[in-house]
């Protein structure tokens, strides 16, 4: 290993021990869900083998267990409900009373599950409504678990019900996904990839990764600081000769010795000299390797965050991402390259001195040495405290960011609400926490230095009063002393350097975690480890029995739907019935929790995401422009494509005319949020964005729902050269703007209630009715309005 | 003096009939702000989701229909306070703890530190990996070894 490395290791494994371990004995539903279905008790914990045993027969064979983990008061304890081939059996508790159903007909089982907890309830519809014989609750970690009691439970009662026994083969499905799994295959390879294991807290060790590439050069700045460090080692051994062999001599009457003299300056000024170059290359050097690090942790990382789902960006604020991005990087790499170097030159240099006092005078040495493991116990102390000062410091920084980046964007509203002092307060308040976690942190470290500074003075002092008994016991000479004297200066100087890597670790390694929390984070869209080819697409979607859960939300439960290639979809329904999470889901930009989407027959979740991406063109209610020219912008997601074919699909687009009324035509500048184009001509070069990549499916998110009724008669034409023989699914408030679909899709609360064209569905007089006529309504009282 | 009255049928449901004698099946009682003023603003919806009633205050109802949403509610809020912090598997996350709660010990998984929001009065409310929430009512009021632990995630 490296010796850098090899410091590196020893420091780290002193600051931050071993990573605490905690032994729970936890059952998870990725246990549940890899064991064979043939052997459903071997996932059970040894205390209910028996219990189960007792329970189940040869003639009675157990077919599937829930463990339940909250009783019916909600209180958590472990219950069990047993699935046997001819009953249903359960007991609330460890030592609650067993419960028994014979399977017949009229029983079901049915389960609904509200803010994190899943509730299952055994009905009986034999004599007329139904009744409920009894509720049991789990927390949603035994959703799987009870999602497949209910399959099995259907399917047995089935065949006891119709007299003839279940079929024993079965294919196996993953219970949440619902994909076919191949045989022997136990675990779903789209489900089993929930990040359960914390990083470990060998953080720091991992920057390794990024060191890597630079090690030579990073080799080299440590021989050179060692180099240059040793050539200032020089001078004070020069000193002890320079006043025995010299000074004292001349002074005890002896003839001046000015050769041997000017040789020891001649020493001195060649010391300065060497240590003077070696520090320049090696400072050039390191500075290089430092910047270097920084610009690679910074892409990775970006590029990383890239890389993740649009789940992650809901849930963290803009501003605390850019300051671990920004700042935090820049840390880590001044760390890497400075810091790290020097403390590992600080040991060896300690080492050194050491050595070279102990030769010269070994108890003068070991006086010298005293402070050393006081200095030492006090870096220990110190070291917890700033830690964990430090990063709550980091974090507090993000707050204030977040402020900033909360406000910035959303100026207007401020300013609208005239509401300017109470942003300034908020940002003072963040400053404020700031300040005081600084304060609290100052209070320990601004003692720090100063006692060392102390303890070099005291040792200091320990030395002359030793050093000047020594001389008169006559152990000793003038000139040892003057060297000491002068030696530990320089090894106290280094004590304190080292103290200075307590905090510029601490500093680092909580920027490092942050960092890897960002790398760590697996997308919750991920790419497939062996990603199917995906050929030229027709555009069939078929969605089947979707489950999306946003939290502990459920938003979209059972649905099943299938598009035909060329087919134009209306979504239509109230706002939050979960039209754009279905199309969220359609996209790829959130997995489904349930269920499956397929292209073609192709489980989207198997290929890579870029190659369905280019597939799908999306037109927002929001068009978003970057910061570029129009041209740029149109590009986008073909930054390859010819000047005809953005004149081409601008054209189409019906944005060409406009386009060429502005000063600079497609070489003109448009802003963050598009200023100085007007929202019919933004989402014209959003609708020319989505032509130019010919996707085979495209999605209109509320395409025309922020404009005026004359510009969205503009952006229809436009948008019907673009749905023309494409899969389109169109989300539109407006149910005017869906005349052209071939079927309208109604969704309430998460689900389908309605399927049919527009002439179907007003006959049926259901939801999409109501939903028309209350529309008409209001577009005929402001008309009224108007007219009035 | 209410204007509904409330019932249990035997599916176990809650059955809402309004003075103008419209019965709805399986209503829902939701609180509107469960953390703010849980006694306040309650509302009874329809299994189609919307608001059939409106209920000022808890305590305005007569005992009958109050402990029948009571219990009702009982059923369905689920935000068990962490009295405790044991142990923690790690101080970055995701990161497993196991707490003593008001309803028994458990473990939870924090997925991530955004995961932990502020309430006033140094109150707590930590999502787990599955999206049960536990409360902690004033983190200040706990015990030293809980608050250390905590404080290395806020």
């Given at each position: 290993m490296h010796p850098m490395g090899a410091a590196f290791v020893w420091w780290w494994s002193r600051i931050l021990g071993h990573p605490k371990r905690l032994n729970i004995k936890r059952f998870t539903t990725a246990h549940l869900m890899s064991s064979p279905l043939t052997s459903s008790t071997q996932h059970l914990p040894?205390?209910?083998?028996?219990?189960?045993?007792?329970?189940?027969?040869?003639?009675?064979?157990?077919?599937?267990?829930?463990?339940?983990?909250?009783?019916?008061?909600?209180?958590?304890?472990?219950?069990?409900?047993?699935?046997?081939?001819?009953?249903?059996?359960?007991?609330?508790?460890?030592?609650?009373?067993?419960?028994?159903?014979?399977?017949?007909?009229?029983?079901?089982?049915?389960?609904?599950?509200?803010?994190?907890?899943?509730?299952?309830?055994?009905?009986?519809?034999?004599?007329?409504?139904?009744?409920?014989?009894?509720?049991?609750?789990?927390?949603?970690?035994?959703?799987?678990?009870?999602?497949?009691l209910i399959e099995k439970f259907d399917k047995q009662l089935e065949g006891v019900v119709n007299g003839r026994p279940q079929e024993a083969e079965e294919v196996v499905a993953c219970p949440t996904c619902k994909a076919l799994l191949e045989p022997g295959q136990e675990e779903c390879p789209i489900c089993t990839r929930e990040l359960q294991t914390p990083p470990s807290t060998w953080t720091l060790f991992r920057l390794w990764r990024f060191a890597r590439p630079y090690r030579w050069q990073l080799l080299a700045g440590f021989l050179l600081t060692l180099a240059s460090t040793g050539a200032t080692l020089i001078p004070p051994y020069l000193t002890m000769p320079l006043m025995d062999e010299v000074l004292i001599p001349f002074q005890n009457g002896k003839p001046m010795n000015w050769s041997l003299a000017g040789m020891y300056m001649a020493g001195l000024l060649g010391a300065a000299a060497v240590a003077w170059v070696l520090g320049w290359i090696r400072t050039y050097i390191l500075a290089r390797v430092s910047e270097r690090i920084g610009r690679d942790l910074r892409t990775t990382t970006y590029r990383h965050l890239m890389g993740l789902s649009l789940e992650y960006f809901g849930g963290?604020?803009?501003?605390?991402?850019?300051?671990?991005?920004?700042?935090?990087?820049?840390?880590?790499?001044?760390?890497?390259?400075?810091?790290?170097?020097?403390?590992?030159?600080?040991?060896?240099?300690?080492?050194?001195?050491?050595?070279?006092?102990?030769?010269?005078?070994?108890?003068?040495?070991?006086?010298?040495?005293?402070?050393?493991?006081?200095?030492?116990?006090?870096?220990?102390?110190?070291?917890?405290?700033?830690?964990?000062?430090?990063?709550?410091?980091?974090?507090?920084?993000?707050?204030?960011?977040?402020?900033?980046?909360?406000?910035?964007p959303g100026i207007r509203v401020v300013k609208a609400f005239a509401q300017e002092k109470r942003e300034a307060d908020r940002f003072l308040e963040a400053n404020q926490r700031n300040l005081a976690m600084n304060d609290r942190l100052n209070k320990t470290w601004s003692v720090f230095t100063p006692t060392v500074t102390l303890l070099t003075e005291i040792g200091l002092l320990v030395v002359w009063v030793f050093g000047i008994w020594q001389i008169a016991q006559g152990d000793s000479t003038v000139g040892v002393l003057t060297a000491f004297l002068a030696y530990i200066g320089r090894f106290y100087t280094r004590l304190d350097s080292m103290s200075r890597i307590v905090s510029a670790t601490q500093r680092a390694a909580s920027s490092t975690k942050r960092i890897f929390d960002i790398l760590d984070h697996i997308s919750s869209v991920p790419e497939p480890a062996r990603p199917r080819p995906l050929p030229q697409v027709t555009g069939q979607i078929s969605l089947r029995d979707v489950g999306f859960r946003y939290g502990n939300?459920?938003?979209?439960?059972?649905?099943?739907?299938?598009?035909?290639?060329?087919?134009?979809?209306?979504?239509?329904?109230?706002?939050?019935?979960?039209?754009?999470?279905?199309?969220?889901?359609?996209?790829?930009?959130?997995?489904?929790?349930?269920?499956?989407?397929?292209?073609?027959?192709?489980?989207?979740?198997?290929?890579?995401?870029?190659?369905?991406?280019?597939?799908?063109?999306?037109?927002?209610?929001?068009?978003?422009?970057?910061?570029?020219?129009?041209?740029?912008?149109?590009?986008?997601?073909?930054?390859?494509?010819?000047?005809?074919?953005?004149?081409?699909?601008?054209?189409?687009?019906?944005?060409?005319?406009?386009?060429?009324?502005?000063?600079?035509?497609?070489?003109?500048?448009?802003?963050?949020?598009?200023?100085?184009?007007?929202?019919?001509?933004?989402?014209?070069?959003?609708?020319?964005?989505?032509?130019?990549?010919?996707?085979?499916?495209?999605?209109?998110?509320?395409?025309?729902?922020?404009?005026d009724t004359e510009t969205e008669k503009e952006i229809q034409k436009a948008l019907d050269n673009l749905v023309l023989g494409r899969t389109t699914i169109a989300i539109a408030h407006r149910l005017s703007t869906l005349r052209k679909a071939d079927r309208l899709v109604v969704m309430d609360r998460g689900e389908i209630v309605e399927i049919g064209n527009h002439d179907a569905l007003m006959a049926r007089e259901g939801h999409y009715y109501r939903l028309y006529q209350a529309q008409q309504r209001t577009h005929a009282e402001l008309a009224d309005g108007d007219a009035a | 003096m209410s204007t509904f009255s409330l019932t249990r049928n035997p599916a176990g449901r809650l059955v809402c009939t309004l003075a103008d004698g419209t019965v709805h099946a399986n209503t829902t009682p939701v609180r509107a702000f469960p953390l703010a003023a849980p006694d306040e603003g309650l509302a009874l919806m329809s299994q189609e989701g919307h608001e059939i009633a409106w209920i000022a205050r808890l305590s305005d109802l007569d005992a009958a229909n109050r402990a029948m949403i009571e219990e009702e509610l009982a059923g369905r809020e689920f935000m068990p306070e962490i009295q405790r912090i044991t142990d923690v598997s790690s101080f970055a996350t995701p990161s497993t703890w196991s707490v003593q709660t008001s309803r028994g010990p458990t473990a939870l998984v924090l997925k991530g530190e955004e995961d932990i929001r502020r309430l006033p009065d140094n109150g707590l409310l930590i999502a787990d990996r599955h999206g049960v929430l536990y409360l902690i009512p004033d983190r200040k009021a706990m015990d030293r070894h809980s608050r250390k632990i905590l404080e290395r995630f806020l």
């Open positions: 040894d205390s209910w083998q028996t219990e189960v045993a007792m329970r189940t027969s040869d003639g009675d064979a157990l077919l599937a267990t829930l463990e339940l983990d909250l009783d019916s008061t909600l209180r958590f304890s472990r219950g069990l409900i047993l699935l046997s081939e001819r009953s249903l059996q359960a007991r609330e508790g460890e030592d609650g009373a067993w419960q028994r159903w014979d399977l017949r007909a009229g029983l079901a089982l049915q389960h609904h599950d509200h803010a994190g907890i899943g509730t299952l309830e055994l009905m009986d519809s034999s004599s007329g409504a139904p009744v409920r014989l009894a509720t049991w609750r789990y927390t949603l970690e035994q959703n799987v678990a009870a999602l497949r963290k604020r803009t501003g605390d991402l850019i300051a671990r991005i920004g700042n935090e990087t820049d840390r880590i790499n001044i760390f890497l390259s400075l810091d790290l170097l020097n403390f590992a030159t600080d040991v060896l240099m300690i080492t050194m001195t050491a050595v070279i006092l102990f030769s010269i005078n070994p108890w003068l040495a070991l006086v010298t040495l005293l402070p050393l493991p006081i200095i030492g116990w006090m870096i220990h102390f110190v070291r917890e405290k700033l830690r964990t000062g430090f990063e709550r410091i980091d974090r507090v920084w993000a707050e204030v960011t977040n402020v900033l980046a909360d406000t910035i939300r459920s938003v979209i439960r059972n649905l099943d739907l299938d598009i035909q290639p060329g087919e134009m979809i209306g979504l239509v329904g109230h706002s939050g019935s979960g039209k754009s999470t279905l199309v969220n889901l359609i996209c790829r930009f959130y997995d489904v929790t349930q269920g499956s989407v397929k292209i073609d027959g192709v489980d989207i979740r198997s290929v890579a995401i870029a190659d369905y991406r280019r597939n799908v063109g999306l037109v927002l209610q929001e068009p978003f422009l970057f910061f570029g020219t129009i041209a740029e912008n149109i590009a986008y997601g073909k930054p390859d494509a010819t000047r005809e074919e953005i004149v081409a699909a601008a054209r189409a687009a019906h944005a060409h005319e406009f386009i060429l009324r502005l000063p600079q035509g497609y070489d003109s500048l448009v802003g963050e949020r598009g200023q100085g184009l007007s929202g019919g001509e933004r989402q014209r070069i959003s609708i020319a964005r989505a032509l130019l990549i010919n996707p085979r499916i495209l999605i209109l998110d509320e395409a025309t729902s922020a404009v | -």
